[in-house]
């Protein structure tokens, strides 16, 4: 259940009661899309971190452990050990993002698996099932996320039909919830807004899910090859017609500046792969702006990676060390660059939401979404 404590102009401070906690909104969730924050940072590592929801990848799990054997072992709780709030999303993204062969039709999706090309289908009740068996706190519905710019009468199309995919995962969920021998009968549903670039399209699919009366509401389909600023324009389009009593979570998003923008916007909840993907790759975020510790500057620098921060990387090490652990190719680089980021988003989180209690945020906003984005 989601509770709106506060806000500054549309932008809110809430909560969020799961069946593994409460999660304080604005909050970012941190992509273990395996069961693990890719860089070799374990569950016990995120509570340092700051973390407060791990978000996994049911096709992934599904396809490996599989979704049976982790449900045999306790659930992805047990499985992972980590203990707080866990969102699985639906599948759907990855299904239309990694099979290159699929055939979509009203009862769902036939694809080839990307591990070993061995065929499967994935609909509304088999994607419920995996999240169900899963036991995360949180499902994702099942939907068709369409790449931008898409055409109008396809997205027309697609929107309808994962209304009506829609419509089953709340059925089903009902169903395995009350199952005895659930993994976690608490198990929420957020249903997903789709609908392209097109105001219309995008408002009357809200419209319409929003009468579903669901757990919580996502914005999908963005940061998928439109520009930011098509990005901000469809979220405020989305915005006011999204129930204010129910969460709402940009789904993929984003940069630092983009749930800056968000939140401003709106927004309560977002992920992304960027923090990690970018720190396993020497590029980190700071209070004053973007790092490369790739770049010579940093080979004498006995400066911490930010030195605004309190994480545990920059509490111990030195830029020039963790630019010599990258160009000696050693794995702990991206161990401490990812540890660094991860605690750089969650703190960014707190920060606004303290900006938000203190009734300061437009402040916080003022000034930050013109320092974040800067390379240094």
């Known amino acids: 259940m989601y509770k709106l404590i506060s806000r500054q102009g549309k932008a809110r401070r809430g909560s969020l009661q799961t069946a593994h906690g409460i ?143 829609l419509v089953r995962c709340r059925d089903k969920i009902k169903e395995l919830n009350s199952a005895e021998g659930a993994v976690n009968p608490g198990q929420m549903l957020f249903g997903i807004n789709q609908g392209s670039t097109y105001d219309d399209l995008r408002t009357e699919h809200m419209e319409r899910i929003r009468e579903l009366d669901l757990d919580g509401y996502a914005i999908g389909g963005l940061a998928v090859g439109e520009t930011a600023d098509e990005m901000y324009h469809i979220i405020e389009v989305v915005e006011e017609h999204m129930p204010e009593d129910k969460i709402r979570y940009l789904m993929g998003v984003g940069t630092p500046v983009n749930i800056l923008e968000a939140v401003y916007r709106g927004v309560d909840l977002f992920d992304c792969v960027m923090p990690t993907r970018n720190a396993r790759h020497a590029n980190i975020f700071t209070w004053s702006g973007k790092r490369n510790m790739m770049n010579e500057k940093y080979s004498l620098d006995t400066e911490p990676l930010d030195s605004e921060c309190e994480c545990p990387v920059c509490r111990n090490f030195s830029r020039a060390y963790i630019r010599h652990l990258f160009k000696s190719g050693e794995m702990l680089a991206m161990r401490l660059c990812v540890m660094h980021n991860v605690f750089f988003y969650n703190t960014l989180m707190m920060r606004i939401r303290e900006a938000l209690e203190n009734n300061c945020f437009d402040e916080f906003y003022a000034k930050y979404r013109e320092i974040l984005d800067r390379r240094l």
């Open 23 to 165: 999660v304080q909104t604005p909050a970012f969730m941190n992509v273990a899309t395996c069961g693990a924050i890719k860089g070799a940072v374990s569950a016990f590592d995120l509570k340092e971190l700051r973390c407060q929801v791990m978000l996994c990848n049911t096709y992934h799990l599904h396809l490996r452990p599989g979704d049976q054997n982790v449900r045999k072992l306790g659930g992805i709780h047990k499985f992972t050990r980590w203990d707080g709030p866990v969102l699985t999303d639906s599948g759907g993204f990855q299904v239309f993002s990694l099979a290159k062969l699929r055939n979509i039709k009203e009862e769902g999706v036939t694809f080839a698996s990307h591990i070993d090309g061995h065929r499967i289908f994935m609909g509304p009740e088999e994607s419920m099932m995996i999240q169900s068996n899963l036991g995360s706190d949180i499902a994702m519905a099942f939907d068709e996320c369409i790449e931008n710019p898409a055409e109008y009468d396809y997205t027309k199309r697609s929107c309808n039909r994962t209304y009506r995919w």
